[in-house]
């Protein structure tokens, strides 16, 4: 196929669980520092989306290229889980279960994969934790384990873990919607500093004004398809679709 | 006649020796028993069809016959392939895999048990799946496991006694040798049952220690 020319590139991305066709068609494009929001309700294929990005889900058809390189390329098994381990490393996620490692500190939690992976010393791996978890201001907790922290302690941790591994991509699927409300805003903060670092994000999210001050273009997906997409302004103030009208004025009601 | 104790100090060295017999063979075999039965559980989950055949059929003849018929088959059936062991290490493997396959079941459930969020977390790190098994699954499901192959680990040291049937004088032979020359069954056995009674209270004690030090409630 052609050649890629942006940094992160969808070509009719197709997946179906059996029978259920779960996306359809959907293409996307993100540059490089560029943060997208994907919006919609649920069910409409949002996580398959993001997880197809490092074939967590594989589709079933279409291509997802990143940087250059094709993630979902066809190869033998072997050579297909090689490949797919290195483009993993290239592509931190963040899941709305934090998914720590319940066995390990956050010291741990942090290091074991640049440890397992990347075979940094022992004074570049202690260095490491102390400067992911200092970003995510959780510095103090770094022997704790995560047993001992709150939710929104937990998914700083997570994603201190995840920019571990220098990402060149961020991935969130809706990292708030399991916590308290009043533990949202500290990963928020978190991730607008990541913003501020022109950290290429997709973040899936059902929160509108987060999407609203941090995105630089928001998708609204509707059973399988994109329904909508354009910058927040635009997008929230003047949408053009009757779905994603519909969608936004319960969105924006139910939560205020 | 009556009972007397006071004829005990004579033979007690005897009967450490068979102590020192039960205690090393059931370390021995217990450790055996847990890393087999990590790797039985993983080949059972994970390894090829044709891989996991041969486990099955191991699986099927430590569970489905008795524990004695396994050591007569180890120590005196080998020998006639060629494979000629001391009877204590007949005993250890006997032992061992009997229970490796018990723990391999406890394992098994655990690993399934481990949400499988942490296995998807450890792969979008880069990690592959063997990596993902041996650094994030397994050990949460061995943490899990630990109470009931404690339990295991008590009927292996009770079971210990059976390698008696091949001549290694471990405590319950050792007993028996010295009851041979005394006539003095109620003595020596109520000694050996104090003996496996403290048994018993150390490897409760060290599994306490164990849980203690990796349990991590999630
Ligand atoms: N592993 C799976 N097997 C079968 N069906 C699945 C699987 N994962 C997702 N689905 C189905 O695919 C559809 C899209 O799911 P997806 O999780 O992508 O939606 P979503 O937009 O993220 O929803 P939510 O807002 O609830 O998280 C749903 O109908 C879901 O039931
Ligand atoms: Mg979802």
Redesign the interface.
């Known amino acids: 196929m052609t050649e890629q020319t942006h940094f992160v590139e969808i070509r009719h991305a197709q997946k179906s669980f059996g029978a259920l066709e779960v996306l359809k068609d959907i293409s996307l494009n993100v540059e490089r520092g560029q943060i997208v929001g994907i919006i919609g309700s649920s069910g409409s294929g949002k996580s398959t989306l993001l997880r197809a990005i490092?074939d967590?889900d594989p589709l079933t058809g279409g291509e997802i290229w990143l940087d250059g390189v094709q993630v979902n390329k066809t190869l033998p098994h072997r050579q297909y889980?090689k490949h797919i381990?290195?483009m993993?490393?290239n592509?931190?996620?963040v899941?709305q279960?934090f998914?720590?490692?319940?066995?390990m500190t956050a010291r741990e939690n942090v290091t074991?994969?640049p440890k397992?992976?990347k075979g940094l010393s022992q004074a570049d791996v202690d260095k490491l934790a102390e400067e992911q978890l200092d970003k995510v201001g959780m510095l103090e907790r770094i022997d704790y384990?995560?047993?001992q922290l709150s939710g929104g302690q937990k998914q700083r941790v997570?994603i201190a873990?995840?920019l571990a591994?220098k990402p060149k991509l961020m991935l969130f699927d809706e990292a708030t919607s399991a916590l308290d409300p009043e533990l949202v805003e500290e990963v928020n903060l978190v991730m607008k500093k990541l913003a501020e670092e022109h950290m290429t994000m997709i973040i899936v999210t059902h929160e509108m004004d987060f999407a609203a001050s941090v995105c630089d273009r928001v998708l609204f997906m509707d059973k399988g398809v994109v329904v909508e997409e354009g910058p927040p302004s635009v997008l929230f103030k003047n949408p053009t679709q009757d779905r994603t009208r519909e969608f936004l004025r319960k969105h924006i009601e139910g939560a205020s | 006649m009556g009972l007397d104790f006071s004829i005990i100090p004579k033979y007690m060295d005897i009967i450490l020796l068979g102590v020192g017999w039960t205690v090393g063979i059931t370390v021995a075999a217990a450790l055996l028993s847990f890393v087999g039965g990590i790797i039985f559980a993983v080949i059972a989950l994970y390894a090829p069809w044709l891989i996991r055949q041969p486990f099955r059929l191991i699986e099927w003849v430590f569970m489905g016959t008795p524990l004695l018929l396994q050591l007569f088959l180890i120590y005196f059936g080998l020998v006639q392939i060629g494979i000629d062991l001391p009877a204590f290490v007949a005993g250890i493997i006997g032992l061992g895999l009997h229970f490796a396959v018990y723990n391999s079941e406890l394992i098994q459930t655990a690993i399934l048990a481990v949400d499988k969020g942490q296995m998807e977390a450890a792969r979008t790190l880069g990690l592959g799946r063997g990596q993902a098994l041996r650094k994030v699954v397994i050990p949460q499901a061995v943490r899990a496991v630990i109470p009931p192959i404690g339990n295991n680990m008590i009927a292996l040291l009770k079971d210990s006694a059976l390698v008696s049937v091949i001549g290694v004088s471990e405590l319950t032979l050792s007993a028996q040798r010295v009851i041979g020359k005394t006539y003095r069954p109620f003595e020596f056995y109520i000694l050996a049952a104090a003996f496996y009674y403290v048994i018993n209270l150390c490897m409760e004690w060290v599994q306490r220690k164990i849980e203690r030090r990796i349990s991590i409630s999630r």
Do not use: D, I, T
């Open positions: 490092n967590l889980e381990n290195e993993r490393q592509v931190g996620m899941f279960h998914n720590l490692f319940p066995h074991m994969a397992l992976l384990y995560p047993s997570a873990r995840a591994m």
